[in-house]
């Protein structure tokens, strides 16, 4: 996912707009305004329909939103941690920070987001119906069919048996039951989320050229997303099963080169950064762990300043962010590199300082593991 911003926060659960989901927005409304409204409400004044369209277009993003809540809602009663939801130019993603632990809970988390668009449908159905009678009733019965129809069609689409849309979840609690192996069970579902995805492709493209209709392009795009996001949750799944339980002093590095705290910025860079070329430093105080030096630390200082400033004045002190324990094994050591850390994580225990491991120390772990088959 690129870039995004927060907008709010909705029982506890961050809503985040990634940038590209205001070209998603634009299109609709733009489609909305010059195409359905135009033939559908042709005697309302321009500026009236535009408005109309963004009120539709607000609205139908806003039950997008409420299908990923409903996933996110129902993931939180299940004991999973929930760090957000993001609208993107695809539509909505809950983002959990595990994965659910048994195929029930897998089973209740997919189910309710079609469901819920399933209710929503109906609600705005029912709508339409009500208020057609009263003035302005031609208007509403428009927009609320309209959103109506999109939210059955939300329900319907997540609910293809393709992994890691919600009918493929639900496919994949299912055979995970039935052979008790999640690895095998997202293997299976993941196939059926490429094949799914490629038959979208192939469809999309001969529904644009037959009619050409801008659609079939999108729909085209949709299953090239599909297949991208079937293959790396299938990885996912093998980097977690290969990595989990794996303690991490397996994939440290035990020889550390540290900073003491005392030197300035420039030895810093002249005689340990340039020389052994590490983007991260622990930095010791008379043997003492102070905390890890990270070089976007030291770019946060102007230039004209790192010959007085000294390491430990701008280093990260050691915190939870930072460290770990070396029983943690190498799948949740990977879940906790963040740029915060700049992507080093210091193995501690009783305030010594064992080791320090990266990304590319777990790769390396994870790549001799499999070519040695264990
Ligand atoms: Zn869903």
């Known amino acids: ?12 659960i961050d809503i985040e707009l990634d940038y590209t989901w205001f070209i998603v927005f634009f299109l609709v409304a733009v489609l909305l305004s010059t195409d359905l409204f135009a033939d559908r409400l042709p005697g309302l ?9 963004t009120f539709t277009t607000v609205l139908f993003f806003a039950s997008v939103l409420i299908h990923e809540l409903a996933h996110s809602l129902v993931a939180k009663r299940q ?5 957000g939801i993001t609208l993107f130019i695809f539509g909505g993603v809950s983002k959990m920070t595990d994965e659910p632990k048994s195929a029930g ?11 819920m668009s399933g209710v929503l449908a109906m609600f705005f159905l029912f709508l339409a119906f009500a208020l057609r009678p009263f003035p302005g009733g031609q208007v509403f019965g428009t927009v609320f069919s309209w959103l109506g129809f999109m939210n059955g069609i939300l329900a319907v689409f997540n609910l293809l048996p393709g992994f890691p849309l919600d009918g493929g979840r639900v496919l994949r609690a299912g055979l995970w039951q039935s052979l008790a192996d999640l690895t095998e069970a997202t293997r299976i579902a993941a196939t059926f989320g490429q094949v799914l995805g490629i038959l979208m492709i192939v469809g999309g493209i001969f529904f644009f050229l037959l009619t050409m209709n ?3 392009l999108w729909i085209a795009l949709i299953g090239w997303f599909l297949t991208q996001m079937a293959q790396s949750s299938y990885q996912q799944v093998v980097l977690r099963q290969a990595l989990s339980g794996v303690p991490v002093t397996g994939a440290m590095t035990r020889e550390i080169q540290s900073v003491p705290a005392d030197i300035t910025l420039d030895q810093v860079v002249y005689d340990y950064v340039m020389r052994y070329n ?6 010791l105080d008379n043997g003492q762990l102070l905390g890890l030096l990270c070089l976007a630390d030291i770019r946060g200082v102007p230039r004209q300043q790192w010959a007085s400033v000294i390491a430990r004045q701008v280093v990260l002190p050691v915190s939870e962010a930072n460290t770990i324990t070396p029983h943690t094994d190498a799948w949740n050591a990977l879940a906790r ?25 777990i790769m390396r772990l994870m ?3 499999m070519q040695l088959g264990v």
């Open 1 to 12: 996912m690129t870039k995004s911003f927060r907008i709010g926060r909705i029982f506890g």
């Open 45 to 53: 004044p321009l500026g009236v329909r535009w408005l109309v369209a």
């Open 79 to 83: 004991g999973l941690g929930i760090s």
């Open 105 to 115: 809970a897998e089973f209740k988390i997919a189910i309710a987001g079609p469901l």
């Open 214 to 216: 801008a659609g079939g």
């Open 278 to 283: 590490h983007p991260a430093f622990p930095v």
């Open 337 to 361: 590199m963040t740029t915060e850390n700049c992507g080093r994580l210091l193995v501690v225990e009783a305030g010594e300082l064992l080791g320090i491991i990266s990304r590319t120390d």
């Open 367 to 369: 790549h001799m593991r």
